[in-house]
Structure formats: C-alpha cells, structure tokens
Nanobody, 115 residues
C-alpha cells in the first residue's frame, strides 16, 4: 500500500520556524520527484517547492524563496520542508506529492501562522 504521511505542522508565531516531514512507503521513493503543495483556507492548491529524485535539483515558488528549504533523505524515504521566517499568509494545509510512473498524495498537515 502506497502511503505518504506528513507531519510537523502546528501553530507558530510570525517569524517562527517549522520543519515538515513526509514519510513515504509502498513505492520506490528514490525514483520519484517530490513536491510540496499547499492550500490556504478558501483558496486553491498552490505549488510551493519541488526536488528531483536524486535531491540535486530544487525549485521554489517566489512566495517562499529564501525562506523555505526542501530536502530529501532517500535512505529514510523521507521528504522535508524547512520553513523559516513564517508569515500569516503561509497558513495552509501542506501536502506532499510524489511524481513518477504514478502520482501520489499525502493527507496533509495543517500549518497555522498567527500571533
């Protein structure tokens, strides 16, 4: 059974940091490009960041560039998103996404940035 399980979300004050994790199982994680996508309340899906299968190439939405860092550990089948200098507009449900032969989605983790 394919699973993508996000964790690490929560409530944080503006300017704070969080590290999201996405644990993968049931497929060959190291063969898949991975992304983080978010959905703010009442809005559509927004792509946040992506990393290639080997981890050597990353890309970011302009809205998070310089604040967020995507990484992966293929030995641990885990994707990460380090989020620094968080803003209220970063409040959203964050999903990890695997793209390869198939496409898989996690169930999401809530991030709330508020004072």
């Amino acid at each position: 059974e394919v699973q993508l399980v996000e964790s690490g979300g929560g409530l944080v004050q503006p300017g704070g940091s969080l590290r999201l994790s996405c644990a993968a199982s049931g497929f060959t994680f190291s063969s898949y490009a991975m992304s983080w996508v978010r959905q703010a309340p009442g809005k559509g899906l927004e792509w946040v960041s992506a990393i290639n299968s080997g981890g050597g190439s990353t890309s970011y939405a302009d809205s998070v560039k310089g604040r967020f860092t995507i990484s992966r550990d293929n030995a641990k089948n885990t994707l990460y998103l380090q989020m620094n200098s968080l803003k209220p507009e970063d409040t959203a449900v964050y999903y990890c996404n695997a793209r390869g032969v198939s496409i898989y989605w996690g169930q999401g983790t809530q991030v709330t940035v508020s004072s």
